[in-house]
RNA sequence: GCCGAGGUAGCUCAGCUGGUUAGAGCGCAUGAUUCAUAAUCAUGAGGUCGGCGGUUCAAGCCCGCCUCUCGGUACCA
């Protein structure tokens, strides 16, 4: 660390068509502030950089669906977004947005730089596009039948009844959500950056020069590089975004994942014009705090991004965290599976820092964790209640009642005073490292250590029963409590800022100073302190009961959503229809495709012939268990080469809510070969 | 299938380059205590460290095989 002057700290851009929920900020927000917070306290200088993303197509699609403008949609949500953030105290320096004047002019100098270096490819290619409306056609535009499980309205780049990622070329019957027309295959022109270009460089930067990341971090990047890196499109058809700022690219916006990471550069431009200095001067420390969805965009894509510009410092670290589910389940925007800060905001108010607490004493950072209601009334009620609330509450009620409020002068230290004094500089050093190492919950659990030290020196010491004897001794203890006390004040600042404020207001002694930590004399003798408040609330079982009611209509709203079947699809005329050669089959053998996951090849008897079939079951069924077993088998499909086996036919099957699948078959046994219609 | 990350006490997690009886917090039991939001403090119970095999004087840690969870990737006519 000594190497760097100052810390440019980003957190992941929150993509503005929806809120923000529990999940993002225990992955990313929460640490990077604690983080932030931290370094600020001890001085230095260092920015936190946020903001929206705001471009991208389900953006687009979201204004259609509603509407209103792609602009509407993101105003709204940013608005949001940025008021949760705001409320939580997420300490950003700034939280700008993509759509903002400053980013489009960043972005597009960054993109002309790259282009008049060289630095991109270009590359022809067929896409879909909409004669009606004039555009080309993004895969999210684009429904149509799925090729898999023969669902209409499938999307372009996903069917969601089957979940099969899909190119929009392989859509049966596409059609264009925009017009409804059909769209035609029209040639366009894309830019790609050579990622592969960057693979030697980035393999000695990371793989070599950066051992140090988490193992999460250099594991994934380690797979990617080794997997072999492909050039990516940094451009896109579409009327949302920054325009490619080159001639001949009307229409064209720059890929989102190319301008989004760019809103960090163009945020700080924003708040300073002295944003260079944080971005390009090598003494400055970057770090990107991310979920790890992100982890390939942030260590692989935007570093070469960086490195192609040339002048532009690469991160230094990337910690970025695992995921957070609820309740067991994962947390879903679109299954509202989410506690959603804002709703938070309103049901807890002014108990932020409970679930700030919470989600960093449960933070996600080695591996996907479970945020639970009953785990979040646990800590509440028998760490922040139990342990710091109610050691500060019984220091400052116990210095009210025999001092008046009035901080004492002490005695002579005893040998069991000096001890207690001294180990206050072990956890504050032990917070700083675990700190420093980004492991935020070894971090609070060791501040929390020091409300433990308060208590068990109370217990040990026995003020109330010594103030009848020996009052001198009484005033020695109340002090040493009191230097806790304050000490909690500042160590609990970048995880509890709420409360640590509360807590220096009740002390009286203004605002957190890090270089008094550890120190024994903060609060002087005779230095008044205000009146005692509870920092914390115990939370009755009826309230999480509550939250645990709102999940479980979450969950049967969905049920009731998935049990609604699929509306008919278009009219098919019985000759149409007839074209379709449909038999009963049975099943001679089976057997697992090598190095598959879903593949078995079966071999029917058609009651016209032996035929293989490669079939996508292997999930659902055991190769020995289907053998004999009669099944519908379409048996005039064009036959199609998979995985090195010509499959000829198809076996039919009806899918569950929950996706498994099941045997379309005869009830009783019939002939094979027999026509089904 | 391949790649990556995980699988350690009921729960959430630590365990540095392999080295004495495997740790913490919460929960649980017992005791102490009453200044405090019935909060606190002490003590204790509880683990074949996912499974099997190997290397070693010595393995939670190294090697091989297997298994489960999460993510990426291939595959679903």
Redesign the pocket.
């Known amino acids: 660390m000594t190497k760097f002057k100052r810390t440019l700290v980003t957190t992941a851009l929150p993509y503005a068509n929806g809120p923000v929920h529990i999940g993002h900020l225990a992955g990313v927000y929460v640490p990077a502030d604690i983080y932030v917070r931290y370094l600020r306290l001890k001085g230095e200088d260092v920015l936190l950089i946020g903001g929206s993303d705001e471009h991208g197509v389900p953006i687009t699609l979201k204004a259609r669906k509603e509407g209103i403008t792609p602009q509407d949609v993101v105003d709204k949500y940013h608005a949001i977004i940025k008021d949760s953030f705001e409320k939580f105290g997420i300490s950003f320096d700034i939280y700008s947005r993509t759509s903002n004047k400053v980013h489009y002019d960043t972005a597009s100098q960054f993109f002309r730089t790259l282009y008049e270096k060289g630095e991109f490819i270009e590359k022809e290619s067929e896409q879909y596009y909409d004669e009606e409306a004039k555009q080309f056609l993004a895969d999210r535009y684009i429904t149509g039948t799925c ?2 499980c023969h669902k209409e309205g499938a999307y372009g780049d996903q069917c969601e009844s ?4 899909l190119n929009a070329t ?1 859509l049966i019957n596409p059609k264009s959500t925009i017009s409804g027309s059909v769209p035609r295959m029209r040639k366009t022109k894309h830019w790609y950056l050579p990622l592969d270009k960057h693979e030697p460089y980035l393999r000695q930067w990371i793989l070599e020069g950066h051992k140090e990341w988490k ?2 971090v ?3 990047c ?2 990617w590089i ?2 072999g890196l492909q050039p990516r499109a940094v451009s896109r058809d579409l009327d949302w975004g920054v325009p490619v700022p080159v001639d001949g690219a009307d229409g064209k916006v720059l890929y989102v994942w190319f301008d989004a990471p760019i809103g960090y550069i163009s945020a700080t431009r924003e708040l300073t014009d002295d944003w260079e200095k944080y971005w390009k001067d090598p003494e400055t420390r970057l770090l990107h705090f991310i979920g ?2 992100n982890i390939v965009f942030h260590c692989i894509v935007f570093p070469s991004m960086l490195k192609a510009e040339g002048s532009y410092n690469l991160p230094d670290n990337v910690p970025a965290n ?2 957070l589910n609820l309740e067991g389940d ?1 947390i879903s925007t679109s299954r509202n599976w989410a506690v959603w800060l804002h709703e938070y905001l309103e049901e807890f108010s002014g108990q932020q820092d409970v679930l700030r607490y919470v989600l960093t004493a ?1 933070a ?7 945020f639970t209601w009953k ?1 979040f009334q ?1 800590r509440n ?3 922040l ?3 710091f ?2 050691f500060v ?2 220091s400052m ?2 210095t009210d ?1 025999y001092y008046g409020g009035k901080v004492p002068s002490p005695a002579e230290f005893n040998d069991f005073d000096r001890e207690t004094l001294g180990s206050i500089e072990g956890i504050v050093k032990r917070t700083e490292e675990a700190l420093e190492n980004f492991k935020f ?2 971090a609070v ?1 060791e501040a929390m250590n020091l409300a ?1 030290l308060g ?2 020196y ?3 010491t ?1 003020p ?2 010594l103030i009848k004897t020996d009052e001198a001794r009484v005033a020695t203890i109340m002090y040493v409590s009191l230097q806790i006390t304050a000490n909690l004040a500042i160590l609990t600042e970048p995880f509890l800022p709420f409360t640590a404020d509360k807590l220096r207001n009740m002390l009286n002694m203004g605002g957190a100073d890090w270089s008094l930590c550890g120190k024994t004399e903060i609060l002087k003798p005779g230095h008044i302190i205000a009146e005692a408040s ?5 939370i009755e079982d009826t309230t999480i009961q509550l939250q645990l009611d709102k999940l479980a209509a979450s969950k049967k709203a969905n049920e009731a959503e998935a049990k609604t079947a699929a509306p008919a699809r278009e009219n098919v005329s019985y000759d149409e229809f007839t074209k379709m050669d449909i038999r009963t089959g049975t099943i001679l053998e089976a057997e697992k ?7 078995l090849k079966l071999k029917i008897d058609t009651g016209i012939d032996q035929r293989t ?5 292997a999930e659902y069924f055991q190769p020995e268990e289907i053998i004999g077993r009669q099944v519908s088998i ?1 048996v005039n ?1 064009a036959p ?1 080469n ?2 090195g086996i010509d ?1 000829q ?2 076996i039919l099957m009806a899918e569950d809510a929950d996706g498994r699948l099941v045997f379309v078959s005869p009830s009783e046994k019939v002939k094979n070969g027999s026509e089904v219609k």
């Open positions: 090729p898999h089957c979940g099969t990622s392989d193992s999460n250099y594991g994934q380690k797979s080794d997997q790890k969805d695992e995921f994962k449960n996600p950072e080695t591996k996907d964790n479970d785990d646990a009620n028998n760490e209640v139990a342990i609330g109610n509450n019984r009620v116990l009642k919950r070894e659990k433990r208590n068990k109370l217990a040990d026995e109330w029963k509870l920092l914390f609330q115990k495709v090598a190095k598959t996951k879903k593949l079939v490669v079939s996508g079951i379409l499909l199609r998979i995985k499959s036919g198809m």
